[in-house]
């Protein structure tokens, strides 16, 4: 069974960095990408970017070129993201998500990040 | 970006009826390969997002079949057939076609 484990909840003063962890059980990250998705509170689902673990390359939205960076340990299976610079506006749910080439078929639970002074 | 706009913003079922939700994109999702890459989500109250159906039309494990999706390259229908309350919840379509991913706005559903 495919299992993604996020690590907890954050609490982040502005202007500091915090970095999540996903660890994935019963599949291999080297065959997949890991996508992080956030969800602000009342909002809908942003795409953050992904990380082909297997060569580290990765993709960004945007808006998240400056605020994500994605890496990923092969040796313990497991995805990071890290966030820089907190703001306010990074308050929000972390998810991290498997793509299987047929969607998102594995979903981490959420990791809650509060920005607050 | 591609652009993915969701109808209704809300929907209220009594159960054992249908209900359908809208998704129109931007662009057209017809892949180089013959693929429609549009995706459906339901993140039910308090929890992760699931997918529903993958590449417009093809049920994801364990979906039971009361889900059905269709569609052009660009128009996209979920139909759920006889409501359930555990259907409750918001559902969202999704693209992977090209960079950045993108998402609708999402749809709740609610039970009458």
């Known amino acids: 069974e495919v299992q993604l484990q996020q690590s907890g909840a954050e609490l982040g003063k502005p202007g500091t960095s915090v970095k999540l962890s996903c660890k994935v059980s019963g599949y291999n990250i080297r065959s997949t990408y890991m996508h992080w998705v956030n969800q602000r509170p009342g909002k809908g689902l942003e795409w953050i970017g992904r990380i082909d673990p297997a060569n580290g390359n990765t993709i960004y939205a945007e808006k998240f070129k400056s605020k994500a960076t994605l890496t990923a340990d092969t040796s313990s299976n497991t995805a990071y993201m890290q966030l820089s610079q907190l703001k306010s506006d990074d308050t929000a749910i972390y998810f991290c998500?498997?793509?299987?080439?047929?969607?998102?078929?594995?979903w981490g639970q959420g990791t809650l990040v509060t920005v607050s002074s | 970006d591609i652009v993915l706009t969701q109808a209704p913003l809300s929907v209220s079922v009594t159960p054992g009826e249908s209900a359908s939700i809208s998704c129109r994109s931007s662009?057209?999702?017809?892949?180089?390969?013959?693929?429609?890459?549009l995706y459906w989500y339901l993140q039910r109250p308090g929890k992760s997002p699931q997918l529903l159906i993958y590449q417009m039309s093809n049920l994801a494990s364990g979906v039971p079949d009361r889900f059905s999706s269709s569609g052009s390259e660009t128009d996209f229908t979920l139909k759920i057939s006889k409501v359930e309350t555990e259907d409750v919840g918001v559902y969202y379509c999704g693209h992977r076609l090209e960079y950045p991913l993108t998402f609708g706005s999402g749809t709740k559903l609610e039970i009458k």
């Open positions: 662009k057209s999702l017809l892949s180089s390969k013959g693929i429609t890459s």
């Open positions: 998500a498997m793509d299987n080439n047929y969607g998102f078929a594995y």
